[in-house]
């Protein structure tokens, strides 16, 4: 069973990145996707290498993004794949059949497209507005994902989707009500004065 919460990480620098993990780490995370963008892989691993060890002190799961030779070196629990990375098939005969691949989504056909690829799991959206993203796909909002997610239910598809962009606290509830299985967030958790309050709620989601 996966977790409801993903903590999609964020940071310019090593020092930035590392404190936002602990604090998603500290408030209860247990999953952290590593996402640290427009660097050399070299960085990505070495980053990854730390964030790996703080991860196992907290029993953890620690996907990586975009990177599968990185995930691979380090054994990572798995990886997060956007639309126009490596295929999941080729991911797959690198990580095996025991590792947690993700792919992005944006549309119904993205989504049949990626459990067609078999991921294990999907990251659906944007949800809203996001800054932390660059070139935003279509935003789908509360119809796009009822739309999404009933389409599915009618081909009797069941595969863990989670919203991800522009999340805020209070969409969590109607989110879980139409059918999505959890939320990546990113900006929500470190900025969060509070953020033990997300997995509280989730807590209690699962109880």
């Excluded at 070299?42 to 990854?48: F, G, K, R, T, W």
């Excluded at 956007?82 to 991911?91: C, F, M, P, Q, R």
């Amino acid at each position: 069973m996966f977790e409801k919460i993903q903590y999609v990480s964020q940071g310019e620098t090593p020092e930035q990145q590392l404190a936002n993990i602990s604090k998603a780490l500290d408030a209860g995370c247990k999953w952290i996707q590593l996402r640290y963008k427009n660097k050399s892989i070299l960085e990505v691993l070495e980053l990854a290498k730390m964030v790996q060890k703080i991860c196992k002190s907290y029993d953890a799961k620690l996907i990586i993004n975009d990177h599968v030779q990185v995930a691979w070196q380090i054994n990572a629990d798995g990886v997060h794949l956007g639309l126009d990375d490596i295929s999941v098939k080729e991911a797959r005969i690198l990580l095996k059949e025991n590792k947690i691949i993700g792919g992005t989504a944006n549309t119904l056909q993205d989504v049949l497209k990626r459990i067609n690829e078999k991921c294990d799991y999907i990251g659906l959206g944007p949800f809203r507005f996001t800054a932390t993203k660059e070139k935003l796909s279509p935003i789908l909002g509360i119809e796009g994902y009822q739309t999404i997610i009933n389409e599915l239910k009618k081909r009797n598809i069941d595969i863990p989707i989670y919203a991800i962009g522009g999340l805020e606290e209070n969409d969590f509830e109607i989110l879980e009500e139409i059918g999505v299985y959890g939320v990546a967030v990113s900006g929500l958790i470190t900025h969060h004065e509070n953020p033990e309050i997300l997995f509280k709620t989730e807590e209690v989601c699962n109880n």
